[in-house]
């Protein structure tokens, strides 16, 4: 997906505070959190994306703490979608 993809479905969907399912073309779905940080403009015009991910979610939503995100390239998420949880 592009840039202009992955942040249209981020603020259209209001899921700043959403965990979003997402898919890849070489490796499984997983289920995720995409967040804002001080570099989030220069990633962005990158295509790269801050996504805290599986157990991590719950500690940063009480933390904030952003090393328990991990950067992915857009280039290959494939679909968002929301997650049920």
Known sequence: MTNDQIE?????EGVSKRNVTIH???RNP???LFIKTADYDE???KNFWR???GPSI???KKSQDASLARIFNGS???KLTLSAS
């Open 51 to 53: 996504i805290v991910t």
């Open 58 to 60: 719950e500690v940063w």
């Open 43 to 45: 990633l962005k015009s």
């Open 8 to 12: 249209k479905f981020i603020l259209g």
């Open 24 to 26: 890849f073309k070489t």
């Open 76 to 78: 290959e998420i494939t």
């Open 30 to 32: 997983l289920t995720g």
